[in-house]
């Protein structure tokens, strides 16, 4: 009897002790908890997607730019110029452009012109001068990219289709008789906007033009113009 007795008295005091401690061990967890929960939070924290830096909708732009024309045989061609734009959402917009194009004769064309070359003619018959046209603007993608974690850029990407107008000038196979000539001409595109802040941004364009060439030449002239330019917003 003294046995069990004392294993009783054992036990219960063991329980006591155990609820005793219970509060205590619930405490110093609970402070534990808070301490990690504070040092993971700042550890693993997030930087959370802010909305959109920019909106186009009801705004004009416009962007000076130059570019490069490289897949003519003769030329490879260099526009300068500006283009004005208008969004009617921040999808939809029109943009106006315009360009004067300077040429510089290709290798092969120095080689057709020089001793060793074959000589066929003195004057190649049709080169770019001037790009004028009015494009309607989709915009279907926007988003943000991050650069490690120094700074979240805003971006869109657009898709372009247009008609205008090419100015050329035009020559015979001696170069004696020279021609200003003037062409509608169609064009599709790709392009995008990196904005660097709610007015300005990076502009890069990819158009392809499609227009009539001369009739001795026959068939359809393809130059694809690459441009890149700073785009203001100016309201």
């Not at 943000?144 to 869109?156: E, Q, T, Y």
């Amino acid at each position: 009897m003294k046995g069990s007795f004392r294993s009783i008295v054992g036990t219960l005091v063991a329980v006591l002790l155990v609820l005793a401690a219970t509060p205590a061990f619930a405490a110093e967890e609970s402070k534990l908890d808070t301490y990690l929960d504070k040092y993971w939070g700042e550890t693993r924290s997030v930087k959370v997607i802010q909305k959109r830096l920019f909106q186009k909708e009801g705004r004009l732009n416009v962007t000076p730019y130059f570019g490069v024309i490289p897949n003519d045989d003769f030329y490879t061609y260099y526009p300068m110029g500006a283009k004005v734009g208008y969004y009617f959402s921040e999808d939809l917009g029109v943009e106006l452009t315009g360009s004067y194009i300077f040429g510089s004769e290709s290798d092969l064309a120095g080689f057709l012109r020089s001793d060793s070359g074959f000589r066929v003619q003195t004057e190649f018959p049709q080169v770019l001068k001037w790009n004028a046209g009015l494009q309607g603007l989709w915009s279907p993608i926007h988003g943000k990219i991050g650069v490690f974690a120094w700074k979240l850029f805003h971006f869109d990407m657009h898709l372009s289709f247009g008609v205008g107008a090419l100015g050329t000038e035009v020559s015979d196979n001696k170069g004696a008789d020279k021609q200003s000539r003037t062409d509608v001409a169609g064009s599709v595109g790709l392009g995008g906007r990196v904005f660097v802040t709610d007015w300005a941004a990076i502009a890069v364009d990819y158009r392809h033009f499609f227009y009539a060439a001369m009739e001795r030449l026959g068939g359809v002239s393809t130059p694809a113009e690459v441009t890149f330019g700073f785009s203001f917003f100016v309201n």
